[in-house]
């Protein structure tokens, strides 16, 4: 049984392939004056693209005070080798240059639209690891896969790829998002009952490989997050946070996800 933790609350932006320069800016700076006060008690990151990852990291560094928390940059995908002729990719060290501290990998998207695979996507997981990057892994069930009751299997397949590449010991420094590929930018959500599940069958199988592992690591929820439903869901005693999509490009929302913590 993993007992319950203090594990810091993690609310990630995906900003997904969305954002002028004028808007990331207004977005960021919106976002930075609302969440001043909650920075002590939570961790908040944004994911632009990688195009405005160079503005948004300047804008931070402009913003930041001495010994105050700060909003984190993570970026929505990265690439497996450190250099190279590898047209239209981005390394690891490059990120970690302009200050990015989270990668998510795995995302449904990437594995749907661009066929990335468990083993692809292992190894983009040590690559940001070996720059001292931390992966935010997505698993995720198709509707044909819940309704055929292969949530589990799924999810634990996806998870295990990484754990095969990488080694248990990686898990320390990596965040879990379960984000059912139904709920993404459907509108409908996991209910917080089905979240927990999930959660706490993700992180009863880590429990059986490293229990200290299993009682920090952060697993947050994604898929269709907003307003109205966070509160419930991030209650949850497995849920540490939550990976939103739509609903971080209006900084009221976003901040209001971000308020849903306590
Ligand atoms: P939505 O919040 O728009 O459903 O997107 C979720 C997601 O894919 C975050 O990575």
């Given at each position: 049984m993993v007992e319950e933790n203090m594990r810091r609350k993690l609310i990630v932006g995906n900003w997904k392939m969305h954002g002028s320069t004028d808007q990331i800016s207004q977005l960021l700076e919106e976002i930075e004056s609302g969440s001043e006060q909650l920075l002590e008690d939570i961790e908040i990151c944004v994911c632009p693209t990688y195009l405005h990852l160079g503005l948004a990291f300047d804008l931070l560094a402009s913003k930041s005070g001495a010994g105050r928390g700060q909003i984190k940059l993570g970026a929505q995908n990265v690439h497996v080798?450190?250099?190279?002729?590898?047209?239209?990719e981005v390394s690891a060290q490059m990120l970690a240059e302009y200050g990015v501290s989270y990668v998510i990998v795995g995302h449904s998207e990437r594995r749907q639209?661009?066929?990335?695979s468990d083993q692809f996507i292992a190894e983009k997981f040590r690559a940001a690891q070996a720059c001292r990057l931390t992966p935010i892994l997505c698993v995720g069930e198709s509707l044909d896969q819940r309704q055929d009751n292969e949530t589990e299997r799924v999810v634990l397949n996806q998870l295990d790829a990484v754990i095969a590449a990488?080694?248990?010991?990686?898990?320390?420094e990596a965040v879990i998002a379960y984000e059912p590929v139904w709920a993404i930018g459907t509108g409908e959500t996991a209910t917080p009952a089905q979240a927990q599940q999930v959660h706490r069958t993700l992180r009863e199988h880590l429990d059986r490989l490293d229990s200290v592992i299993a009682k920090a690591i952060r697993i947050i929820y994604g898929g269709s997050v907003n307003a109205a439903n966070a509160k419930e869901l991030f209650s949850?005693?497995?849920?540490?946070g939550g990976l939103v999509?739509?609903?971080?490009?209006e900084a009221e929302e976003f901040i209001s996800i971000c308020k849903s913590t306590d």
């Open positions: 080798e450190p250099a190279g002729a590898f047209t239209g639209f661009f066929a990335e990488a080694g248990i010991a990686a898990m320390k949850q005693p497995d849920v540490d999509g739509g609903a971080s490009l």
